[in-house]
């Protein structure tokens, strides 16, 4: 097990499965979420505040940056959300086949986006 | 020989089980509020405010950011443990994480029961 065996991974050459886009993204996403914990803890914290918080934070949302920042959030808590529910019916057995884990992954991608744009219009 | 190591995971199996439930604990609290939310005709100040005015929502509330926390924890603490090596940073980074959470913690009440 511990030969010294020379590694060619080209990895410009190697194609991600889509059911390891799904992972990684599973994976980009969390940490994403992760480091917008505080901003989102304060987001939270001014809404309930007082009115005066609460209209400063609608100011602040209102912004066309922001409002891009908060589509980007939401679609990495819908990613994250849907890839989530995908491996939790594959721990109860729902995804036999790789057929199965290469569909399930086009649905996660497929419903994730459409969720963002639906909810992102609806909040726009 | 026990070989453990101070910044590995040590409880795979229990910290697995964490992983799913408090997965579950969020997909009810979030469905169930943008449901809510999604419903509402119109949604102000005083509506926003009296949904936290319940005792069971702010309970509820609280319940959820708990299980994002751990969740948060696991994950991070997963992804530090596959990409940095070096036992040193992996210790700094690992603090910095759990100390991060529990402020958030301690915020959290804050924000929940201090308004």
């Not at chain 1, 066309?64 to 908060?70: C, E, F, N, R």
């Not at chain 2, 026990?2 to 795979?12: E, F, L, P």
Request: hydrophobic share 55%; net charge positive; aromatic share 10%.
């Amino acid at each position: 097990m511990n030969k010294k065996r020379p590694k060619h991974l080209a990895l410009h050459l190697i194609k991600l499965p889509l059911p390891g886009i799904i992972s990684i993204l599973h994976r980009i996403t969390g940490l994403m979420l992760f480091f917008a914990l505080p901003l989102l803890l304060l987001m939270l914290q001014m809404s309930l505040r007082s009115i005066e918080t609460y209209t400063e934070l609608q100011t602040l949302l209102a912004h066309p940056l922001s409002k891009v920042a908060m589509l980007v959030v939401l679609w990495g808590f819908l990613h994250h959300f849907c890839a989530g529910l995908r491996y939790l019916a594959i721990d109860l057995h729902y995804v036999k086949s790789l057929k199965d884990a290469r569909n399930s992954s086009k649905i996660v991608l497929l419903v994730s986006l459409s969720l963002t744009i639906i909810l992102g219009a609806k909040l726009w | 020989m026990v070989n453990r190591i101070v910044v590995g995971a040590h409880y795979g199996l229990r910290d697995w089980l964490i992983q799913r439930v408090s997965a579950l604990v969020m997909v009810i609290y979030s469905v169930s509020l943008a449901g809510y939310l999604l419903l509402q005709n119109h949604l102000d100040y005083d509506v926003w405010t009296g949904l936290f005015a319940n005792l069971a929502m702010r309970t509820f509330s609280l319940l959820f950011l708990l299980a994002l926390f751990y969740h948060a924890w696991i994950g991070i603490r997963d992804i530090v443990m596959d990409y940095v090596k070096p036992a040193s940073m992996r210790l700094v980074i690992h603090t910095l994480v759990v100390l991060a959470l529990i402020v958030y913690t301690i915020w959290s009440v804050q924000i929940l029961w201090g308004m």
